[in-house]
């Protein structure tokens, strides 16, 4: 089977996103990385949403995780009788698609396309955990296949030797849109807010961008106003953790703020991603808040006193009005026209595979 992720950075290829293999799923501990490898072994399905709960993998990853946790329980299960593995892999898909509030939806699509993986090798006589691992790889391939697709109108939009900023770590479309610069021989300047409190954008798009080859800044949370204005940024783009049918976007928090920045200064905003077709709207979407302790903190190091409460709030909400454009598998679309995407016969960004 030919890999989507061919040329793209170490921590975007597949083994080292969350890999199924030997009855346990490795997941790259991306709390750390770079400056450490260290991946988290799981051997328990529990194990693989809590994983996902705690930030072992975050942006996509969890995606990939949720595929391979998938398998990992149908190899726990294995010397059950299909009755009771039917039931075993049921109650793993319902744990692994809560084990973060924002994304449920994303995450029960995926663990839905792994029980028909399922039901496809039970009729079969197949090895129900190996079939589950091929079809998470085909839709890790369908996936990054559709956001190549964007990444192409995405990088048409960006001047050649210009300057972007990006917000928190977009994962695939950084690699695709990096991949798709190299191949039409597009150079341009990127700046990453460090997005605290796990430093998505210092430790994990500044390592893509610089692997990739490409001339990458990390500032702080606080300079995106600033930088906007002074270093001559042609284009704001992020990827989202919900694209809502109303043009709505949920990101990692920050992304509000910058867009609000960039309407001021007349600076394009394009979110990159398949419109989410199961949220109508922004009220439908619960937005996470995690430890606020996290914030009293940097990197482990405690930064303020005891006593001084935190707040963390881990998304936001970046309303149509302050959206230029969604770029989609599909085109790229005005935020408030976004029935045109269904119309045109997108299905989603982690549409169930049958």
Known sequence: MERADRDLAFM????????????????LDRRCYPRKIEFVTCTHYTE???????????????????????????????NESE?????????????????RPTTAKRMGQICKTMLSAAEAAWDSGSNVSEAIRSRAIEANNARYRKIETMAHDL?????????????????TIVGMML???KRTGKTFRIFCPETRPYFQGARLTATVCYEMGFDVTV???????????????DLFT????????????????????????CNYLGIPYYVTGAPDLVHPSANDVKIEFRNPEFVLQAMGV???????KGYYPAFDVTPPELVTGVVTDRGVFDPHELNRYAALGGSGEYEVVV
């Open 12 to 27: 975007l290829q597949y083994e080292n996103i969350a890999w199924f293999a030997d009855g346990s799923v490795k997941i």
């Open 48 to 78: 693989v949403a809590k994983a996902v709960t705690d930030m072992v993998t975050q942006s996509a990853g969890p995606y990939t995780a949720a595929a391979m946790g998938m398998a990992l329980a149908a190899y726990e299960c294995r």
């Open 83 to 99: 009755a009771k593995q039917r039931l075993f892999l049921q109650q793993a898909a319902d744990c692994i698609t809560n084990a």
């Open 155 to 171: 990088v048409e939009r960006i001047p050649d030797g210009g300057t972007i900023m990006t917000q928190c770590f977009a994962e």
């Open 179 to 181: 991949k798709e610069a």
């Open 219 to 233: 500032i702080t949370d606080n300079m995106p106003a600033f930088v906007l204005k002074n270093e001559h940024v």
């Open 238 to 261: 992020s990827a989202a953790d919900a694209i809502c049918m109303d043009g709505s976007v949920i990101n990692k928090v920050g992304t509000f703020q910058i867009a609000i920045v």
């Open 302 to 308: 405690r930064t303020a006193r005891d006593g001084v």
